[in-house]
């Protein structure tokens, strides 16, 4: 049984502490105490006395769970969170009193309320609260992704009308229904994977899409993972197990980063390719399969096998047809069409009002250099969103043409400095992918994970 996820359920699930809570008590003692409670499961637990105290957080932050005491001074909770409208009550809220009658109750559910809370309490009580809340909060996010993907599907979500982009829409439009082999490159956070689907989904192949990162799996199990293995095939196999190939059969395989696949593996992707059949590891038959394969790299593969890095006769027999997917900072023209769309996805998944951007907001985001593409321009938008922060803000550092320009690195830095930020790039150009990072810098995964436990444990250190 595979244990793959959809994309909707990598995108709508959520880590706990990226929750944000704001606690509304006029109480010191209690705001205290359930501070330090939350705040070691939350990212951003933040208190306020009074209404008026609240009001000013929340003008500069969305909270996703407000804990809020009935009375407050000035003006009850309850009264508060009745004036706020349907666009600002999108926040779940526990009211919390100490002098609850059954009509007091009555109000706050009546208000929204998600839990009521007598005072005084067990700490139990409350976190099981805020767990409820979450959930409910993570399963209306669910389905909430689940409605747009079956609303839109997966072909309409390629963004953008820019002479570039039109061009890798002809060309997905007329591959999609071959079973052709696919080579996408392009840079890291391009959206190679995104072309992928689509071309998965325009194919009328009935089976699924399975994507793999090739440069996420070890080298002694990616031959296991993609083909399978018989029992005993090796220590640790107590029994047969089907791989990503045979898992995909009627669909489609999408090795992602194949510039990292070692060069053995290369060798048995080659054959599987001339062949249409795979032999598990440990196993004596071939067995025959009706799988389509996209491959996809930000490395020029040309270039990799010049270097001897890559085979030529793979590179060969992957590249019979070849979509390149430009740069973001190569189709300025569709960042603005991105940027509202990214905008009114993601408000809409996080349950938050959209950001409201101006003109001036826009063209300093087409003069940007965005080195990340467009998952770092998602990312920021994201960000914006959940910080509530102007977008301007993040547009006080000069853009990556000014920076390179001043070249190299500050004389002031140390050496130590100056490597640890060289590290850093690298690692952050190959998508965080440390074994990638290390075979480009020439030093082996075990020798940068232990310069990143140096580095890393000496700003603990410090910060301590």
Known sequence: MSNTMSPSENLIKPLPSAVSVLIVDDEPGMRSFLSKALSKKFALVETASSVEEAEQLRSRCHFDLLIVDIRLPG????????????????????????????EVAIAALRAGASDFIMKPFHLEQMMKAVDRCIERRLLKRENLMLRRDVAIGYASTIIGNSEPMMEVKRVIERVAPTNAVVLIQGESGTGKELVARQLHQLSGRQGPFV??????????????ELFGHTAGAFTGAKGSREGLFSFASG???????????????????LRVLEQRAIRPVGGEKEVAIDVRVVAASNRNLAEEVEAGNFRQDLYYRLNVLDITIPPLRDRAEDIVELTHYFTLQLSSELGVREVVWSHEDLQKLQQ????????????????????????????????RQEVVAEGGYPLEWPLKEVEKSHVMKVVDAH????????????????????????????ESADGE
Request: hydrophobic fraction near 35%.
């Open 431 to 458: 998508g965080g992918n440390k074994s990638a990072a290390a075979r480009d810098l020439g030093v082996s995964r075990k020798t940068l994970d232990r310069k990143y436990k140096e580095w890393f444990d000496s």
């Open 368 to 399: 940007y250099d965005w080195p990340g593409n467009i998952r770092e321009l998602r990312n920021m938008i994201e960000r914006c969103i959940l910080l509530g922060k102007p977008p301007a803000e993040y547009w006080k550092q000069p853009v």
């Open 211 to 224: 994507p793999v990162n090739c440069g996420a799996i070890a080298p002694e199990l990616l031959e296991s």
């Open 75 to 102: 003006r009850s909770g309850i009264e508060w969170h009745e004036a706020l409208d349907d666009q600002e009550r999108r926040s779940d809220i526990i009211f919390m009193t100490g002098y609850a009658d059954i």
């Open 251 to 269: 669909g489609t395989i999408f090795l992602d980063e194949i510039g990292e696949m070692p060069l053995k593996m290369q060798t048995a992707l």
